[in-house]
């Protein structure tokens, strides 16, 4: 079975230039999530996706950071303008969760990763 | 403040011997704890733990969890130069922000040959 694919696994670019990643879900999990984790720290959720429903964006900085996955599949993460603070390795997840009274319970498992540098 | 501290943040040993790593937590509505490993790239899933004093044991790996003390800690015995890597710590909080997951900084560990 394959992973959670993303893409680019890098990607240089200059402050203020837009920046897009790509990740695509283990097949058949409905819910997909976006985390930033800077170095030597733990990742940071930024937005959690259940089929194309955000229900978790509290902490996405809609200034700049947008996200989007219209059919509830493939999902992208775009910066524009992106910022120095904005280096950092952009993991996608995905698990199989189902709401419940009690919350989710299922595992999350982890793409490889863009690892984002501005100068 | 943080919700999960990791201890150490970092740990060098020579192979064959035993390490412990340590995961203190605090949120609200405690549902889940969980251990990855990560190397240079995407965290592997290792043990997901919700019910206090059940030992979940996977090779050389082991990990057991006292909800009333809220920690947890893995246990890697035997250990080789592949264990090197970044372990985090999660918590799941069931609260208001459902199913978010809360990391800890990672332990490093170093193995030595």
């Known amino acids: 079975e394959a992973g959670v694919v993303q893409s680019p696994r890098y990607k240089i670019i200059e402050k203020k230039q837009p920046v897009a990643f790509w990740c695509n879900p283990i097949s058949g999990h409905n819910t997909l999530y976006w985390y930033r984790q800077n170095l030597g720290q733990g990742p940071e959720l930024l937005i959690r996706y259940e089929n194309e429903e955000a229900v978790d964006d509290s902490q996405l900085p809609k200034d700049r950071f947008s996200a989007e996955r219209l059919k509830g599949v493939d999902s992208t993460l775009k910066i524009q303008p992106a910022e120095l603070g904005d280096s950092a390795v952009y993991l996608c997840?995905?698990?199989?969760?189902?709401?419940?009274?009690?919350?989710?319970?299922?595992?999350?498992?982890f793409g490889p990763g863009t690892r984002l540098t501005v100068l | 403040e943080d919700k999960v501290v990791q201890s150490p943040l970092s740990l060098v040993v020579h192979e064959g011997d035993t390490v412990t790593l340590n995961c203190s937590y605090e949120?609200?509505?405690?549902?889940?704890l969980l251990w990855y490993k990560q190397e240079k790239k995407a965290p592997t899933f290792l043990f997901m733990l919700t019910s206090s004093g059940i030992e979940k044991k996977s090779g050389r790996l082991s990990s057991i969890l006292d909800k009333k003390e809220l920690f947890s800690i893995l246990n890697i015995t035997a250990t080789q130069t592949g264990d090197s890597a970044v372990y985090l710590c999660?918590?799941?909080?069931?609260?208001?922000?459902?199913?978010?997951?809360?990391f800890g900084r990672g332990t490093q560990l170093t193995v030595w040959p």
């Open positions: 949120v609200t509505n405690f549902r889940s």
């Open positions: 997840a995905s698990s199989s969760s189902r709401r419940t009274g009690t919350g989710n319970t299922d595992t999350q498992y």
């Open positions: 999660a918590v799941e909080d069931r609260g208001s922000t459902l199913g978010r997951l809360y």
